[in-house]
């Protein structure tokens, strides 16, 4: 579904290059995109058509890379109907009373190996290119460990004043009291710095779980007895919201994750309180996993 809003995107991006002649085709669909834009809000939506807005340069990519296939796969759709309609046209029992028996073309046969070959190359160069930028983590300026647990998360910031909380869902009503989006808020959210380098690694307790950020472009296993990493560099503050990506069991639809993205001063001054609240758990009861 979200390849035809990418498409509808990359068409408004044609039509402002074709100039004065397609001015009010244009105006009519940029009302319409204006009609179903994407709110600042970072969640999913009503009638949502795309992926969720990028807020960090993985995510970025992700859409970028997106992007380029969906041009990819639709010049071959296109191409692929071209000549079907051709050939039952030109090639119809009507227009052939005697069927050709020819078989074999050396040339055609070594052109359509060749340029599916080309294509796949060309596909192959930036998604490896992502890949690498996804896998490597730059230095972090941030750690938190994440560990998933029969059903919900449990956070640990590391370091000599380490702390660690739980953080598990919201009823309904506390949802609609703190005005946050159903099955999404948690009672206690993870709090980042704005544009400084978050490196999460995450752990299972019991099952595996999975660490999911759709607007920053990250999912990672949660795995009992290993620690995986991954990292997010958030472009905008705000709060973001995720859910455990990989069926742990019963409710594994009722452990979402939220990030609130905050300033530096903001950040500071929720890691001095938090130190405080969070004084009286153990971290040692957490710790499943040595890395
Ligand atoms: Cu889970």
């Known amino acids: 579904m979200f390849l035809w809003k990418t498409g509808f995107l990359g068409m408004t991006g044609f039509l402002r290059k074709t100039g004065a002649r397609n001015l009010a085709l244009a105006a009519l669909v940029g009302l319409l995109q204006a009609a179903i834009a994407l709110p600042a809000a970072a969640l999913p939506f009503d009638y949502e058509i795309a992926m969720q807005p990028a807020a960090s340069p993985v995510m970025t990519q992700i859409e970028d890379f997106h992007r380029l296939l969906f041009w990819i796969i639709l010049a071959v759709c296109l191409f692929v109907l071209a000549l079907l309609v051709w050939i039952v ?36 160069v930036p998604s490896f290119r ?40 919201l009823s309904d009503a506390d949802d609609a009291k703190e005005g946050k989006p159903r099955l999404l808020g948690v009672d206690n959210p993870i709090y980042v710095p704005v544009n400084k380098v978050i490196e999460i ?20 296993d949660a795995v009992p007895g290993r620690v995986n990493q991954t990292w ?12 455990c990506s990989e069926l742990c069991g019963a409710k594994h639809a009722f452990m979402p994750i939220e990030v ?32």
């Open 201 to 220: 690694q995450t752990t299972g307790a019991d099952v595996i779980h999975s660490w999911a950020l759709p607007q920053m472009g990250v999912k990672m």
């Open 89 to 124: 046209i030109r090639y119809r029992a009507g227009a052939n009373p005697v069927p050709s028996k020819v078989h074999h073309n050396t040339i055609l046969e070594v052109v359509w190996t060749i340029i599916p070959v080309i294509i796949l190359v060309i596909i192959a």
């Open 260 to 291: 609130h993205v905050v300033s530096d001063a903001d950040y500071a001054a929720w890691l001095a309180q938090a130190r405080e609240k969070f004084a009286s758990l153990d971290p040692v009861s957490t710790r499943v996993a040595a890395k």
């Open 232 to 243: 997010f560099k958030a472009t905008r503050t705000g709060v973001y919201y995720g859910q």
């Open 130 to 169: 992502l890949l690498y930028f996804e896998a490597d983590i730059p230095k972090p300026d941030v750690t938190i460990k994440a560990i998933g647990k029969q059903w919900y998360w449990s956070y640990e910031y590391p370091g000599a004043k380490g702390f660690t909380f739980d953080s598990l869902i």
